[in-house]
């Protein structure tokens, strides 16, 4: 163990190290998450909140947390009320690309590095994307429906103007590991790619445009980039008509970038010609909500990222943060600006 503060007498009269406190929020089974950090011996105990609820958090953050997993659903958000029950609070760590569910400048204010799982699910989600492309391209879900329903579409699928996916402008609001990876596998069927990011990649082998002339320009736009108050709204219903005629609309980052409510209004006027939504202002999107309801809407419970392979990557950083930080090494993926090696309190 490397510098540890807050040490106890062992009876032979030996100093040795009190265990880190982890807290697990994770909704996941205890025996599950046990097994996750069972390789840490007595040098971690492992807590879980006793109730799903803000009682239930508040209560297991002011009971000694020191390394807490953040809760990826959202709703044990771990803000600045709950953080102030947490004395201890060293280091919180996201099983997930997002922050959402964190007040992470309250976490910054109290020196404690926030680090999430960058890349874990980069691949799932591009191909997501570059899936959802498709299937609008060709109407696939469209055509599924008609054909259960007892029908036969293969006239009016010829009429709905399908296109071949290569030749489409592909415009990437993003260029994070998402982004670069969805412009990778589009730029790989042929596909002519540019993207949008606050700070431009001279490295990139897309073209950069500025927001206005990328939306203008592209004929399926995808969206993959962090919700953050800069970013809230960012595809208005004022941005969206600047698409061209007939174009489609890829979310895979966040429902408060592009509204729901301006992405319906787009559809419906056909500045849109169909939208592949994996995420939504609230979730679960509300039963009556007219987007569920469209036919050239491609709806997905925010699941992109949901692969086998996503979630050991996921399960991978975590344990390998929680370690580091338990071993006394940097973490990693702090995103906060905080010093990645993690101290007690």
């Known amino acids: 163990m490397h510098g540890a503060v ?6 032979e009269g030996f100093e040795m190290t009190a265990p880190w406190r982890i807290l697990s929020l994770l909704p996941l089974d205890e025996d599950l998450v046990r097994g996750l950090f069972g390789h840490l011996g007595d040098a971690a105990e492992l807590a879980f909140p006793r ?22 659903t959202g709703r044990l958000r771990l803000d600045a009320e709950a953080a102030a029950e947490a004395p201890k609070l060293a280091f919180v760590q996201m099983p997930a690309v997002g922050t959402d569910s964190l007040d992470v400048p309250a976490l910054t204010a109290l020196d404690v590095p926030v680090a999430n799982a960058a890349g874990a699910n980069a691949r799932g ?25 007892g029908g036969w579409p293969q006239a009016e699928l010829l009429a709905r103007a399908t296109r071949e996916i290569h030749t489409q402008r592909i415009g990437i609001v993003g260029f994070g590991a998402i982004g670069a990876e969805a ?12 993207y949008w990011t606050r700070r431009p990649r001279p490295d990139a082998s897309a073209t950069y445009r500025e927001l206005d002339d990328l939306v203008a320009t592209s004929d399926i736009l995808v969206l993959a980039l962090p919700l953050t108050d800069e970013t809230r709204g960012l595809l208005g219903p004022e941005r969206l008509a600047l698409l061209p005629e007939n174009a489609l609309l890829v979310n895979v980052a966040r429902g408060g970038i ?8 787009a559809l419906e006027s056909g500045r849109l010609a169909g939208a592949a ?17 469209h036919e050239n809407v491609l709806l997905s419970p925010h699941g992109a990222g949901g692969t086998t392979q996503s979630q050991l ?4 950083m975590v344990r390998d943060n929680i370690t580091a930080a338990v ?14 090696q993690i101290r007690r309190r």
Request: hydrophobic fraction near 45%; charge should be negative; aromatic fraction near 6%.
């Open 258 to 265: 592009a509204p729901d409510d301006a992405v319906l209004a």
């Open 327 to 340: 071993e006394g090494r940097d973490v990693r993926n702090v995103v906060n600006g905080v010093k990645a």
């Open 277 to 293: 939504l994996d995420v939504f202002d609230n979730e679960p999107l509300p039963p009556d909500h007219g987007l569920r309801s």
């Open 183 to 194: 412009a990778r596998l589009f730029q790989a069927l042929g596909c002519a790619v540019s």
């Open 51 to 72: 109730t799903r609820d803000r009682a239930g958090l508040h209560a297991a953050l002011a009971d000694g947390a020191e390394l807490v997993i953040g809760d990826y």
């Open 125 to 149: 989600v591009a191909e997501w994307a570059v899936g959802a492309a498709f299937a609008l391209c060709r109407h696939l879900a469209w055509a599924d429906r008609g054909v259960r329903a």
């Open 313 to 316: 990557n996921i399960v991978s």
């Open 6 to 11: 807050g040490r106890k007498a062992h009876p």
